[in-house]
């Protein structure tokens, strides 16, 4: 182009500029385009990782009304072979389940899901993909700049199923200060045994090339950059300042194949070296049921944490002790069914304490037979430091006839109801602490409960494992500890309640 053209255009230009003779033109306000509450296949290109990464996300409700208010971030990594849709496919389906959490007072949060592979939410060993690098200096930096977020720890969470549980775990533990909570669920990850004897298409991979290791067996397996990113290695005593900033929530199934062994390990090896935490046993399997039922406590927690909540008391079974329990002379609690069937037969259970108020053992006995009229049972008290548990069941045997008897130790009482098991079909252990050998038996059932912040926490663990190991009937729960001594104990008869009588 000449400078003779050139001039033109630019005249052109200056004219059309001023044409209404005061600059340039003003044109008329454009609404902002609202965004949709459910955003998927967002993609960015990362100079990290020198791929396109893809995430999909969900605003607030209210977020297109309120342009100048900012909220809470949840980042959600999904599983192994998953992808960035999978939080609300027709299994998960989040937007539900947060929109009804959302119309019972949780309060409103931006949620992020990336996909990231078969990663493990992990650098790889090598250095050839180092996603989580990617997630720290590009995603969330992303994420703050393109949405109206609380950009600070305090108010940035992660969480994550299977595979994506241990990304919540190793992000938060890598990067504390991007994430001031992490609540892995079902988080996939092994014992150093459990990894040793895995096989070798197991470990090459799904995990040897993460970690390093492939084609290798046994201790070989356990690289050191495996052992820089397995929780069961970090969360030791020299670790606790460096991981104690960051609130930990870690929640598994009692059915689950394996997983459970690794998760109730790092829960004991976290309250052996004093971590605080919240842990969650519940009843299920590696299933969407067991993590969408988790996000009813998971997400309140998280909210309750960025407002400022010191102390997550939260009670999932309220305690609700009859006030019309009634019994005989000896404490002894009889069922109208028991009494009509002439007081004979039916299932009697043995209650064997010491050491506690008598006034928590009746009220226990209230929440056991509340709703169970017209069943035959018989609630028999046992004070252990009145009479052996043997001397009560011979004690009361001819005054209560039953057909089956089982046993609910509660406390101190757990040694000497696992020794005289072969007295009972079914034995309920509540916050129980067991000294001495766990053995079980496969022609029987147990029930093992405690508090998260309970004295039995060990007990739990090795009896659980027994259990697992012998493939013997058993039902496990962990549920939130009560700072009133009273309500923790009765609720975790109430979770008793729930399962008793079912195997």
Request: hydrophobic share 35%; net charge negative.
């Amino acid at each position: 182009m000449n400078k003779h053209s050139l001039l033109i255009i630019c005249t052109l230009l200056v004219v059309s500029w001023s044409a209404s003779g005061c600059g340039p033109r003003v044109l008329p306000d454009v609404d902002p385009v609202p965004l949709p509450r459910y955003n998927t296949g967002i993609q960015f290109a990362s100079k990290v990782i020198n791929t396109t990464v893809t995430y999909d996300i969900m605003i607030p409700r209210d977020y297109n009304d309120n342009p100048d208010r900012r909220y809470p971030v949840v980042y959600c990594l999904h599983g192994y072979g998953d992808d960035n849709t999978s939080w609300n496919g027709k299994y998960m389906a989040c937007q539900a389940k947060i929109t009804a959490l959302e119309d019972d007072g949780l309060e409103p949060m931006i949620y992020v899901f990336p996909c990231g592979w078969k990663t493990y939410w992990c650098d790889r060993y090598d250095g050839t993909l180092p996603y989580m690098t990617m997630l720290a200096t590009e995603l969330v930096p992303l994420i703050d700049a393109t949405y109206r977020t609380v950009s600070d720890r305090d108010h940035r969470a992660i969480t994550g199923y299977s595979m994506g549980g241990f990304g919540a775990m190793v992000t938060a533990m890598k990067h504390p200060e991007l994430f001031s909570m992490s609540a892995p669920l079902s988080m996939s990850f092994r014992t150093d045994e459990q990894y040793m004897s895995e096989s070798q298409s197991g470990w090459d991979n799904q995990w040897g090339k993460v970690f390093g290791g492939v084609g290798t067996t046994g201790q070989a397996r356990l690289t050191d950059y495996y052992k820089a990113h397995c929780p069961l290695h970090q969360f030791t005593a020299e670790n606790k300042d460096k991981y104690s900033s960051v609130h930990w929530f870690v929640t598994c199934g009692d059915d689950e194949q394996q997983l459970l062994f690794a998760n109730d390990d790092l829960h004991v090896l976290m309250r052996d070296n004093g971590y605080a935490h919240e842990y969650r046993v519940g009843n299920g399997g590696h299933s969407t049921s067991y993590w969408r039922a988790a996000l009813e406590e998971i997400l309140p927690w998280f909210s309750a944490l960025m407002a400022g909540e010191t102390n997550w008391q939260r009670n999932l079974k309220p305690v609700n002790v009859p006030q019309d329990c009634t019994f005989d002379s000896e404490g002894v609690f009889m069922s109208a069914g028991y009494i009509a069937a002439g007081k004979k037969g039916g299932t009697g259970l043995f209650i064997a304490y010491e050491g506690m108020d008598e006034s928590w053992i009746k009220d226990a006995m209230a929440i056991i037979q509340r709703g169970m009229d017209n069943k035959k049972i018989v609630l028999m008290p046992c004070d252990l430091s009145k009479r052996s548990l043997s001397e009560w069941v011979s004690y009361y045997k001819d005054i209560y006839p039953v057909d089956a008897i089982q046993a609910l130790a509660i406390g101190s009482a757990g040694t000497e109801a696992l020794r005289k098991q072969s007295l009972f079909s079914v034995l309920y252990f509540e916050d129980a602490v067991i000294d001495g050998e766990i053995t079980v038996s496969s022609d029987r059932s147990y029930y093992i409960g405690e508090s998260d912040d309970g004295a039995a926490y060990a007990t739990a663990n090795a009896l659980y494992k027994a259990c697992k190991r012998g493939g013997v009937s058993f039902e496990y729960r962990c549920r939130n500890h009560l700072d009133d001594a009273r309500e923790n104990f009765l609720c975790g008869i109430e979770y008793i309640k729930s399962n008793l009588y079912n195997f």
